[in-house]
């Protein structure tokens, strides 16, 4: 299956030397599922020919806010509303699930209650179930969009993650905010990149929290499931 990768943004340079790109930390995380890549620099204006260009479509994280005023933007949210219009399962992580979610009519904004970071317990209504997940984020969606259900929430992010159909009521798209895609290392040296201003208690917690087992291989299971039949969490 072919899934093609909505490049969005990149490491921070400081951290390139120690650390691979975003693209290939999620070719990694989904290594092994029966899933080959194409990757599009979509932030440097590189687009698919067509939605149709690949069997899914996987929006990366990204240091832009949804909200900003960047020139790929509106092109990216244009082929977002065409996936669906064809079909074409989508999954969006961080920055993709928040422009994912502002394509459909969600509101993104910078959250008044400050930054998440380090692994945090997320709660899975569907299932009853808990899965742990690196986040780094000051975003967050605010309001679901029409036709979406929350998939996932935690403590300090309610709208946590979103599944949504297409317009004939089949599912197409899913998406979350916290990074499947990271470990423990690179997770905390993206802590200390962007510690500056910030609570020195909430860096710390955030470091100590880096020891926890994380459900990465869960949720990539899930996202490789999802593209193939529609289905993210396990029943």
């Not at 650390?19 to 440097?44: I, N």
Request: glycine share 8%.
């Amino acid at each position: 299956m072919k899934i093609g990768i909505l490049k969005t943004g990149h490491i921070p340079r400081r951290l390139a030397d120690r650390h691979p790109d975003y693209d290939v930390m999620f070719m990694d995380l989904l290594a092994g599922r029966g899933l080959d890549f194409d990757v599009y620099d979509v932030e440097r204006g590189t687009f698919p020919d067509a939605v149709t260009a690949a069997d899914g479509w996987l929006i990366t994280g990204s240091a832009c806010g949804a909200y900003e005023d960047h020139p790929w933007i509106p092109p990216l949210e244009d082929f977002i509303r065409a996936a669906r219009a064809q079909s074409v399962r989508t999954i969006g992580i961080c920055f993709g699930h928040q422009v994912l979610a502002q394509s459909m009519g969600a509101r993104v904004e910078k959250f008044s209650g400050g930054r998440s970071m380090g692994a945090v317990d997320y709660d899975l209504p569907d299932t009853g179930e808990t899965l742990t997940l690196l986040a780094f984020h000051g975003d967050q969606v605010m309001t679901v969009p029409d036709g979406a259900r929350v998939i996932a929430s935690s403590s300090f992010c309610r709208i946590a993650g979103l599944a949504y159909d297409d317009d004939k009521g089949r599912p197409w798209a899913m998406s979350l905010q916290p990074h499947p895609e990271f470990d423990a290392r690179y997770e905390a040296d993206l802590i200390d990149a962007y510690s500056d201003g910030l609570p020195e208690e909430a860096v710390e917690a955030a470091k100590a929290s880096l020891t926890l087992p994380l459900s990465n291989d869960t949720v990539a299971d899930r996202m490789a499931a999802f593209f193939k039949s529609g289905l993210f969490a396990a029943r």
